[in-house]
């Protein structure tokens, strides 16, 4: 994502710390107070502590809506055929990269984590 800019509104908050667990985190008050699934689930089918990976760009609603957006952007709609909302969506990519990454461990000189 070449043109990634960080957003520099109340709904997002960046964090450059070197101990935060991400750069870019949502607000709580405004993703209803709940937890997001995030590229936690998709470290945890893969057998991985997601406490102990590099620090990653955003929380679950931050990634998910990146993900949206990236869809809509090649697609010219917010969701890909079959699915209704960006959870199920995400889930489905993060299960398939899961399996691809269990089936083919490597590819070329991409390995899987």
């Not at 929380?59 to 993900?67: C, K, N, T």
């Amino acid at each position: 994502m070449p043109n990634l800019t960080l957003p520099s509104n109340s709904l997002f908050k960046t964090h450059s710390e070197p101990g935060s667990k991400y750069l870019v985190e949502t607000d709580p008050r405004f993703a209803n107070y709940r937890e997001w699934l995030s590229s936690d689930f998709l470290l945890q089918q893969m057998a991985l502590d997601p406490n102990v990976t590099q620090k990653r760009l955003g929380d679950g609603f931050y990634e998910q809506r990146l993900v949206r957006e990236q869809i809509g952007q090649l697609t010219g709609t917010g969701y890909m055929s079959g699915y209704a909302d960006d959870e199920s969506m995400y889930r489905a990519l993060l299960t398939n990269g899961a399996t691809c990454c269990s089936t083919v461990p490597s590819i070329g000189t991409f390995v899987c984590i």
